[in-house]
């Protein structure tokens, strides 16, 4: 079965610090996709990032950067020079082919991230 | 482009009672998926909807069923709530669900007292 582990519960930086949160799976499919989804307080799930399983090269958004290494299972996240507005959760996400259809996401259990003057 | 859009925003039912949530998605897309979101398991699938079918469920139990129109609008109903039903109930579309971002609407978000 499927699994997303964000072991880091809680992250507190200073404006300014870069910040990477770990993200890492389980799942038997050779064919998957993985995602990162940030949770603000108004609670409505914004899309950041999704991964395919054939496509290791990471990837840079701005502030925004991704690693991700099949032979480890990860896929981290990078924010260079947080800002306040960064502050919310962080959730990775993981789809199989297996399932038959990548609408069935399972989500890590999240990585709050508080960012500070 | 409008987004995803959840109806109501809030409730608040008694244990017994049952609930009709509602889920607009993105014009043209044509998958809507459903999540709940409890401080305790975290998110969860419940199910997807694709042109009127229920295409993938999660583990549920029966009292949790959903429907989907032919407009793609869905609803997702819950009978004989129980306190643990409390939970933020998001819904999201894709224009497939074939391994597309999902767009997520606001939630609703439900209290069983």
């Known amino acids: 079965a499927q699994k997303v582990t964000q072991a880091q519960t809680e992250i507190s930086v200073v404006e300014k610090e870069d910040v990477t949160l770990d993200c890492v799976y389980e799942?038997?499919?050779?064919?998957?996709?993985l995602f990162w989804y940030k949770q603000p307080p108004s609670g409505e799930l914004v899309f950041l990032i999704r991964?395919?399983?054939?496509?290791?090269q990471n990837e840079i958004s701005g502030r925004y950067s991704w690693n991700f290494q099949k032979s480890t299972s990860s896929f981290n996240f990078t924010i260079t020079a947080s800002q306040v507005v960064d502050s919310a959760v962080y959730f990775c996400?993981?789809?199989?082919?297996?399932?038959?259809?990548?609408?069935?996401?399972?989500f890590g259990t999240g990585t709050r991230l508080q960012v500070t003057l | 482009k409008a987004g995803v859009t959840q109806t109501p925003r809030y409730l608040i039912k008694t244990r017994g009672q049952q609930v009709t949530l509602s889920c607009s998605p993105i014009?043209?897309?044509?998958?809507v998926s459903w999540y709940q979101q409890t401080p305790g398991q975290g998110l969860q699938f419940l199910f997807e909807?694709?042109?009127?079918?229920?295409?993938n469920k999660g583990n549920f139990p029966g009292r949790f069923s959903g429907r989907q129109f032919s407009n793609s609008r869905s609803e997702m109903n819950v009978s004989t709530l129980e306190l643990g039903d409390s939970a933020l109930y998001l819904c999201?579309?894709?224009?497939?669900?074939?391994?597309?971002?999902?767009?997520f609407g606001p939630g609703t978000r439900l209290t069983v007292l």
């Open positions: 999201a579309s894709t224009p497939s669900g074939s391994y597309n971002e999902q767009f």
């Open positions: 799942t038997r499919d050779t064919t998957y996709y």
């Open positions: 991964r395919n399983s054939f496509d290791e």
């Open positions: 996400a993981l789809s199989e082919a297996g399932t038959g259809t990548a609408s069935k996401l399972t």
């Open positions: 014009s043209g897309h044509r998958s």
């Open positions: 909807y694709f042109s009127e079918t229920q295409r």
